[in-house]
């Protein structure tokens, strides 16, 4: 089957310890997308990335780092410098380059608790 | 201005109405638009995505755009209670650089 898979569902750490989450894609798309969701708010973008190599700061990339050394991974690392790291984590996918009309793709998600 | 505003409800309709959710966009250029569905505690999936103005329907739901007005709409015909979820509406926008923004969502509880 072809898909976003995230891991782990859930995850718990104690703060001050840096975490990492995993987001896997297998449906051969270019772009990549981390998004942070708060209990009734939108999607605020973490970081993406275009090509492998490459990722761009998004709107709160403050306490967070990403790499992309191969096109189907993008981990994304919750640092200790995250001031308030408990959120549902959101990795997307999208298939093309920057001005195609395509959609975005969700992996399941992580759900982060930090205390 | 929130670059793409949606009212965040709680919209209730009963079961068997038509669901209205609305939003607005503020970058003229933007070509594609997406409504994804998300239930609680689950990620978005995507429901529609429409790129002309006028309508799109496929199944219960319709798709409308206006790009003058830069409004596009989401009507879901005879609700059921499994359409009660979070309805997000995104923008590939392209002023300040291509990238996708995301609503903040209207929650629909249909009421059986």
């Known amino acids: 089957d072809g898909g976003i898979t995230q891991s782990p569902k859930y995850l718990f750490r104690k703060e001050g310890q840096n975490v990492t989450l995993s987001c896997e894609q297998n449906l051969n798309h270019d772009a990549m997308y981390w998004y942070r969701q708060d209990p009734g708010q939108g999607l605020r973008l973490i970081y993406y990335s275009q090509i492998v190599n490459d990722f761009q700061k998004g709107d709160i990339a403050e306490g967070y780092s990403v790499s992309r050394e191969k096109k189907e991974s993008f981990p994304l690392t919750v640092t200790s410098a995250q001031k308030n790291p408990t959120a549902f984590y959101l990795c997307a996918s999208r298939k093309g380059l920057a001005g195609d009309n395509y959609e975005q793709y969700f992996g399941p998600g992580t759900r982060l608790t930090v205390t | 201005q929130k670059e793409v505003e949606q009212n965040s409800g709680p919209l209730s309709v009963p079961e068997g109405a038509i669901a209205s959710l609305n939003c607005t966009y503020s970058d003229r250029g933007s070509q594609s638009f997406f409504w994804y569905r998300q239930y609680s505690g689950k990620s978005p999936e995507l429901i529609m995505f429409i790129y002309s103005n006028g309508d799109k329907e496929d199944g219960r739901f319709t798709a409308q755009l206006n790009k003058a007005s830069q409004y596009v709409s989401l009507l879901i015909r005879d609700s059921q209670p499994s359409d009660s979820a979070t309805y997000l509406c995104?923008?590939?926008?392209?002023?300040?650089?291509?990238?996708?923004?995301f609503g903040a969502g209207t929650r629909l509880f249909v009421k059986a």
């Open positions: 995104a923008v590939n926008t392209v002023t300040g650089g291509f990238k996708t923004i």
